[in-house]
């Protein structure tokens, strides 16, 4: 149930998340926390044929209960110049340790990372998808997604900063 106080507290939460990031020594998010806000979204897909698509939009990250929802909107540019509208959502969880697990939109599990271990694995049928996270730059934060199988071979670079 949504009500002011829970409105409000969650509003302090994210001002007392986004300046504790801001000023942590080593502008390396340690929870959930850090994320939550606007991001200006940039990506890069570079595909194995050496086709560029590019996507620029934003991520948001928003409370829903103790989880982080993520989801992003933009647009895709292909190498020929068409556009499309993209987005996607995923669900965000705190783990023990500083860990972060990464849900698909409908609970699924997807990865874990953490500031101190900021790499995973999924395996999607036969495609194998690598990620590791630049999480060292203040409000500026990095993943990049190696991609290879049967069906994909591709390397996505996103770059999010502070919107």
């Known amino acids: 149930m ?29 929870n959930l926390a850090y994320f939550v806000g606007a991001w200006q979204l940039n990506r890069q897909i570079l595909q194995s044929s050496g ?18 929802h993520y989801h992003e909107s933009g647009v895709v540019t292909a190498p020929d110049g068409r556009t499309l509208q993209a987005e996607r959502t995923y669900v ?12 698909f939109d409908d609970n699924r599990y997807f990865h874990t990372f953490s500031a101190a271990e900021p790499y995973a694995k999924h395996l999607c049928g036969d ?37």
């Open 2 to 30: 949504v009500t002011k106080n829970n409105v409000v507290a969650q509003a302090a939460q994210a001002s007392n998340a986004h300046q504790t990031a801001e000023t942590s020594p080593s502008g390396s998010p340690s």
């Open 92 to 103: 965000w969880r705190q783990q023990a340790g500083g860990k972060i697990e990464v849900l």
């Open 127 to 163: 495609d194998l998808y690598v990620v590791s996270y630049a999480l060292e730059d203040g409000p500026r934060w990095e993943s990049t997604w190696q991609v290879k199988g049967p069906r994909k071979d591709y390397k996505m670079t996103s770059l999010y900063q502070r919107a």
């Open 51 to 68: 086709e560029v698509f590019v996507f620029e939009g934003q991520a948001d990250f928003s409370w829903a209960e103790s989880d982080l």
